[in-house]
């Protein structure tokens, strides 16, 4: 079907999100039957206000496809914007179809998480209704790994070498000096614990474990049981290293740490769990206690990624882009693991409907006896997702990225 | 001389001390005067309780140093011990030098930071007052770069690369969405904004500056003046990023955020400046801010360090080892540049005496005129320090380490 492309972004950033990108533009513009191809602006949101950038002028070159794939966040912008259904918001989406028509659009690429999905299951729903030729396709994306249909999600893997080489390094850190102390690293996942479980590759060259406890929101947090764990550590040696996700709650549902603030799409606020450890660690023992929060910086450190990771995510934009050309519609692409060692997997089409909104959390089997650690069988699923490393151009010692959405505000 | 050495490191750690004990050792290794090479277990704390471990044996192969090489934080373990003076405590002079003794140490060489250069100052001292035929010789090492005598410090190149380069990461991400918000990053810095000033490292591709705003200890902080530069930024642009020293302090002296707590050293424990400004500008202007506090990991950040740095920092472990087999005692290895661009240096050597207790803040004229930035001085003075990059051995998708102090407690 000949006509242009709009390839979007949305959601929360990972280091990985541009080299999707990379892979559904290069895909798409070798292909005949497609004229322009358009960057959306800030997601769903910017195309509302008609906010599209002509893309085949700026990736011109290998050296800005290079550029692009080792930019970390979002280059097109994203937003967290959540469309409604079309009974509720006839007029947004006549806006949308409108400006799809306008300018010829036939292909839509939304790489994001689960409301991404969402966004893409309605606008295909809707299309559908209204007899529009149309497709709409979905590229994964999140740090947290959540996503249903894909046996993970690209910007995990990055994500999990970064914490796990953080976790050795601060461990290293933690040792030096002859003392009894504590390090609390609170990471990211408000419903699964997928990055918490990452730490667990951190070790030393015997193999042993880098952090000593691991909390993740799939099991409910008791701090009886957490002072438990942490004397048994302490039995051992003077030095211990904790790591808690943000969502991790009590029985009754209740985060540790409760702003109060909801975010627009409803989500609770978190931050703060690991603060809230280190208080009590510091009152009950009186040692020294570090609480280290790696807020963004463990979805944005695009200086030191992993290759499979980067190379997954490039290949499942170029699958979404062959799977659209190909007339499938309402699918993600994703991925099938075919074994861990040696690592194999195949892409395949997931139905949007059956990943949006939903949320993959980290199975019992991945998780020690005493949720508290990785699992062995955790391990074989983690290690072949942080291999390889990626050379990155720096200028003046420092790398070069391509701000797509800056491009487009001073163009 | 003929007899025994001791290699030790002491103070807060930083991902190149352990190339200086490269550096040291190597040269030291291949002189026929010298018998044994010690190293020290947690600095002279750990001397002083005869923890000593043979390195020959240990640093036997190309790998071994690589990996030593690598590896972050003290990897023969540190101490925050500071010798008080031998009248003081006459019992830990006799005991220090009696292990001496014991262990034919004719040469000791001390990694850290001015109060392990009041250390080597000190024992030297002793050593000529009893007429001991000893050597005690320093090098340089704190990621703070706050010593006199010397260029800049081993450790302090890492740290402003990786300091930089997260600030370009957290821009990207800080840019994602259309909205307006702020993100405040603290680094360390208690008495010299150092690592704050290599924030202004951070540009993108038309070379602009990618953190708005910059605080630093030289400089009295006043709130005001704060939420007025921040309203200028927010004139111009959605997305403010600012970067705080911990130690700021309004014109009275007092820190920004006080928590009341001294470390054994009599120094006030910081931390929170960040936050205390964060909450301030949610506060007063209602928008979403974020704090982040580069804590432990702008200090060990192994997987991602400067090559200029890595190499004076074994460089300087060399000179060290080389003065001291020449019979200079009561020195410290240090750096004299001799040219910005092309970047060119010397090595010196300084007097302990000169370099204990003192300590190098920012010149005047490497900040901006506001002095909420760098100057273009400041800028020609920070960017030779974070050139290059290392290549890191990786095992499963990440680094190996060589943890002296672990084989010591282990043998």
């Known amino acids: 079907m000949k006509g ?62 290079k550029l692009l794939r080792q930019t970390p966040a979002a280059s097109l912008g994203s937003c967290r914007f959540k469309l409604k259904s079309p009974e509720e918001r006839p007029e947004e989406y006549a806006k949308i179809f409108q400006i799809f028509e306008k300018y010829d659009i036939r292909y839509f690429i939304y790489i994001g998480g689960n409301d991404s999905m969402d966004t893409v299951y309605r606008l295909g729903e809707y299309a559908k209704v209204q007899n529009r030729e149309m497709i709409f396709m979905g590229v994964p994306k999140t740090i947290d790994n959540d996503l249903v249909g894909t046996d993970h999600t690209p910007g995990f893997g990055s994500c999990a070498k970064y914490v796990a080489t953080t976790v050795q390094e601060v461990a290293q850190d933690n040792m030096v000096y002859d003392m009894d102390c504590a390090v609390i690293i609170e990471v990211m996942g408000r419903d699964a614990g997928w990055i918490s479980l990452a730490a667990s590759l951190a070790r030393d060259k015997e193999n042993q474990a880098q952090c000593d406890l691991i909390y993740s929101p799939e099991t409910p947090f008791s701090t009886e049981r957490f002072m438990r764990d942490l004397a048994a550590v302490r039995a051992q040696k003077k030095q211990a290293l904790v790591i808690v996700s943000e969502g991790i709650r009590d029985d009754q549902g209740k985060y540790l740490s409760d702003t109060g603030i909801t975010d627009s799409f409803g989500h609770q606020l978190l931050g ?76 395949v089409y997931a139905d949007v409907s059956e990943v949006a909104n939903a949320v993959k959390t980290v199975p019992a089997e991945y998780f020690n006896a005493a949720r508290n650690h990785a699992s062995y069988r955790g391990l074989q699923y983690l290690v072949p997702l942080i291999t390889g490393s990626n050379e990155i151009l720096l200028e003046h010692g420092l790398p070069i990225y391509l701000n797509l959405a800056s491009m487009y505000t001073h163009r």
């Open 272 to 347: 703060g769990a690991g603060s809230v450890l280190a208080d009590l660690v510091r009152r009950e023992l009186g040692i020294k206690v570090r609480s280290i929060e790696l807020s963004l910086l463990q979805r944005c450190a695009a200086h030191y990624t992993s290759a499979t990771d980067l190379r997954e995510s490039e290949e499942l934009g170029r699958f979404a882009a062959k799977g659209a050309l190909g007339g499938l519609t309402g699918k993600m692409a994703a991925i099938r693991r075919l074994s861990d060692d040696p690592y194999q997997t195949e892409y």
């Open 4 to 65: 242009n492309c709009i390839i979007a972004q949305s959601g929360g950033p990972t280091s990985a999100i541009n080299a999707s990108l990379c892979g559904a533009f290069l895909e798409m513009s070798v292909n005949g039957d497609i004229g322009k191809i358009y960057g959306g602006i800030n997601g769903i949101q910017g195309i509302l206000e008609e906010k599209l950038l002509d893309l085949r002028p700026i990736l011109n070159s290998d050296n800005q496809i």
